[in-house]
């Protein structure tokens, strides 16, 4: 299997700050994301992951988030699989020290 690339909390708040407009996904169920998501982030739960792969662009890299980079990191293995370009954001929504919305 090959290994999914990352990015951390911090690389992805100077990409934010530099006015970068990376492709965010968050799949955090519902009540979690209620408590604040990345500004910019689409919102699409794990298990709704499959039934919304319209969604993804191959040509485009995408970025998964969750609160603490399991679901997130199981889900960029999926999609890796499907021909995606994925990156998990490690620590995810525990290790933020961003703006939230």
């Not at 999914?4 to 994301?33: C, N, S, Y």
């Not at 988030?65 to 293995?77: A, E, Q």
Request: hydrophobic residues 35%; contains cysteine.
């Amino acid at each position: 299997m090959e290994e999914i690339k990352t990015i951390t909390t911090e690389e992805l708040k100077k990409k934010l700050e530099a006015g970068e407009k990376p492709e965010m996904v968050d799949v955090r169920e519902d009540h979690e994301v209620a408590m604040g998501m990345i500004p910019g982030a689409m919102h699409i739960k794990m298990g709704d992951i499959p039934v919304h792969l319209d969604y993804f662009d191959k040509d485009k890299e995408y970025i998964f988030i969750c609160r603490s980079s399991g679901r997130s990191g199981n889900v960029c293995h999926y999609l890796q699989e499907q021909g995606y370009k994925v990156r998990n954001m490690v620590g995810g929504m525990l290790e933020w020290t961003g703006e939230t919305e």
